[in-house]
């Protein structure tokens, strides 16, 4: 039942839930390269990182993790859904905490970051590498940050 | 009777505060239990109960996310 309710939550807001961000009109749209190498650098930050994922303003995936990166868009989507819906204002942040591992969620300046982690990673600083990837991303003179290669394999 | 050694003193002084740390770590993993957190504009939070249709909702959701995450590649 919970689930028939989020497909059609999926299928009604799924551009919906994107163009609510708060802040959507300073979004300049990054490149997916751009995309990708923030993802990459947000990853290597967060050693509790097991999966994450840069979307758009229209919600289109920029770059994902593993193999399915439009999954990430759906399920995405799904997840703004149902948090713009539990009070009907567009949230921010999301954070979901289950036995299974941790979800974050963060809309800022005009794209979203959605990261999954372990259990009991500091969730301030989680929130914090994403708001700023994000800034960083969507800032205009956005610069690849360069990889650190003394820490690779670190953790 | 003689006193213990200083640097015994300072050893069982550093592992009971270890002992502490690690108790209250393993207490915090118990009793904590799985919530749904949404954060708003100008700083406000809201909780959602797992129970309540929202929460369920957002449960979901994160569930297929952890899902489309997989597990994490060790090395």
């Known amino acids: 039942m919970t689930t028939v309710m989020i497909q059609e939550a999926r299928a009604r807001v799924t551009v919906g839930s994107f163009s609510q961000m708060p802040d959507a009109a300073a979004a300049t749209v990054p490149s997916e390269e751009s995309a990708e190498a923030a993802l990459e650098f947000l990853t290597e930050m967060s050693p509790d990182l097991r999966g994450a994922a840069i979307l758009g303003a229209g919600g289109e995936v920029l770059a994902g993790t593993g193999g399915e990166p439009e999954r990430w868009g759906e399920d995405a989507a799904a997840l703004f859904a149902a948090a713009d819906g539990a009070e009907g204002k567009p949230v921010e942040q999301v954070h979901v905490a289950t036995e299974q591992g941790e979800v974050f969620a963060v809309r800022n300046a005009g794209l979203a970051a959605v990261t999954v982690t372990d259990r009991f990673a500091l969730a301030s600083l989680m929130l914090f590498d994403m708001r700023s990837t994000l800034r960083q991303l969507a800032s205009p003179n956005f610069t690849p940050p360069e990889r650190d290669e003394s820490r690779k394999g670190d953790g | ?75």
Do not use: C, W
């Open chain 2, 1 to 75: 009777m003689t006193p213990p050694k200083p640097h015994r003193v300072l050893l069982e002084r550093v592992s009971v505060y270890a002992d502490e740390a690690a108790a209250f770590m393993r207490r915090r993993r118990v009793a904590r239990r799985p919530f749904a957190r949404l954060y708003y504009p100008h700083g406000r939070s809201a909780d959602h109960a797992q129970n309540s249709r929202s929460g369920a909702e957002l449960f979901v959701a994160a569930g297929r996310l952890i899902e489309v995450a997989g597990k994490k590649q060790k090395g």
